[in-house]
């Protein structure tokens, strides 16, 4: 009777990281939505929120959904691409988080 968890690693270009005292990569526990689900990225993105808010503001509109000039890559995929922020995150994921070039 218990929601799956699931390690999830942001790693951050240097233009974010002054938002995490320099860090290249944030870790947080994903939590299901339910015990038959997966972990998403909107669960990772609601946990980073809470350890990190200054970056997650960064990373999230005013709405709760990714900010344009925000990409991130799931396990190399494009999270747009895989749902959004209802994506599933498999064990031990990694979220590579790309700003756009100006």
């Known amino acids: ?6 390690l999830v690693t942001f790693v951050l270009p ?3 990281r002054r938002w995490v005292s320099g860090a290249s990569e944030v870790r947080v526990f994903a939590v299901a939505p339910a015990e038959d689900a997966d972990p998403t990225l909107g669960s990772a993105l ?8 200054l970056l997650e503001r ?5 709405h709760g959904g990714i900010r344009r000039h925000i990409t991130m890559f799931v396990c190399g995929e494009n999270a747009r691409r895989l749902g959004g922020l209802e994506c599933a995150l498999p ?3 990694e979220v590579y ?4 070039l100006a």
């Open 91 to 93: 064990p031990g994921a």
């Open 14 to 16: 240097s233009t974010l």
């Open 58 to 62: 960064r990373l999230r509109d005013d």
């Open 97 to 100: 988080v790309l700003p756009a």
């Open 1 to 6: 009777m218990t929601r799956p968890v699931t």
């Open 46 to 53: 609601d946990r980073l929120r809470r350890s990190h808010p």
